[in-house]
């Protein structure tokens, strides 16, 4: 089992440009967050998935930030137009919702964000 | 008020030491307790899951839940220079019948040979 993965491990952009965070959840769990660790905020959940579907998005900071799941192996988050603020490093996560219970719920490395 | 607090530290203990990880919650909601352990520049690891107020033991590591006063603890018996990370506690909501995962700040552990 090779984990969730998230790619790139790092990202330098500028400010004003578009960012693509991307995850693949472990194969046959069936929810995805996303979340955001800084050292001010500490790990804040953005928006996270049910079966592919979107179930609370209410810690999307703001309009420029948006996340698909187009898949049950794929998701995308995405930063547009980005901000020094977004500076962060943005994990994934995912598990096997079974009756409302989270099993194996397990983080990706993360992509480390830099919006200069 | 966050609704799972944990103090940030950071905490410094002597190798061999037996540290005490706590944090409360304000949400009776709340219904499952873990523990993560994060390495500099990793993602957090799962270390503990519990369920019902009382202890749970595994290998050096015990976590504790009292309900009654909305308190967790981690114990880590005889920490080894290896255990130096941040400890993040965390519980599980459920919300609009799917599960929600609500972290603490995480505190930073040093253990020192």
């Known amino acids: 089992d090779a984990g969730v993965i998230q790619s790139p491990r790092h990202e330098v952009t500028e400010m004003g440009q578009e960012v693509t965070l991307r995850c693949k959840p472990i194969s046959g769990h069936n929810s995805l967050f996303w979340y955001r660790q800084t050292m001010m905020r500490g790990l804040e959940l953005l928006i996270y998935?049910?079966?592919?579907?979107?179930?609370?998005d209410s810690g999307m900071p703001e309009d420029r930030f948006s996340a698909k799941m187009p898949n049950a192996s794929f998701s995308t988050l995405k930063i547009q137009p980005s901000e020094p603020r977004d500076s962060a490093v943005y994990f994934c996560?995912?598990?096997?919702?079974?009756?409302?219970?989270?099993?194996?719920?397990?983080f990706g490395s993360g992509t480390r964000l830099t919006v200069v | 008020q966050k609704e799972v607090e944990q103090d940030p530290g950071p905490l410094s203990v002597p190798e061999g030491a037996i540290v005490s990880l706590n944090c409360t919650y304000s949400n009776s909601a709340f219904q499952y307790f873990m523990w993560y352990r994060q390495y500099s520049r990793k993602g957090p690891e799962l270390l503990m899951y519990?369920?019902?107020?009382g202890n749970k033991e595994d290998g050096r590591f015990t976590a504790q839940v009292d309900k009654s006063s909305k308190y967790i603890s981690l114990f880590i018996r005889d920490s080894q220079p290896s255990d130096s990370a941040t400890y993040l506690c965390?519980?599980?909501?459920?919300?609009?019948?799917?599960?929600?995962?609500?972290f603490g700040a995480g505190t930073r552990l040093a253990v020192h040979p």
């Open positions: 965390a519980s599980i909501m459920f919300s609009g019948g799917y599960n929600k995962l609500i």
């Open positions: 519990t369920y019902s107020s």
């Open positions: 996560a995912s598990s096997l919702d079974k009756g409302g219970v989270p099993y194996g719920y397990t």
């Open positions: 998935f049910n079966n592919n579907v979107p179930i609370d």
